[in-house]
């Protein structure tokens, strides 16, 4: 079992100023759910992961559930750590994203909040991703790296 804990510890020692949590949901077809931005918003019209920032002193789990929560509507689901990582967002903060993997069956309902569209698609399928997420997807056998 993955200490979380210890692992934002790390993360802090490393100087890593910005901690999010997010999700790899796939469906019983082996399709990844990704997500729109929307077009005004930062990296707008690229398609990522469902996530975002936790809050001070959340725990990775909870803040990847929540942001889920909150951006698809999935609840619920059981959520397996993946791994962590680095990237550097916007006015170059040092940022490290714990992403977790979660299942659902084929034909979940999503409810978007935050983004424009959401997509299921095949790991050798990917719409345009972040660099960070085309490292993330690549774990489970997606694209190395893409835009951003």
Known sequence: MTDLQQLVRQARADGIEALLGGVVVRDGSGRVLTVRRKADDYFGGLWEIPGGSLEPDEDPLVGAARELAEETGLTGLDLVYLH????????????????????????????LT????????????????????????????GPVERQG
Do not use: K
């Open 84 to 111: 962590a990582a680095d990237f550097t967002g916007r006015a170059g903060v040092r940022a490290r994203q714990f992403v977790f993997t979660a299942a659902v069956p084929d034909g979940t309902p999503v409810v």
């Open 114 to 141: 935050e983004h424009d569209a959401h997509r299921w698609a095949p790991l050798d399928d990917l719409p345009t991703v972040s660099a960070h997420h085309g490292r993330i997807l690549a774990r489970l056998g």
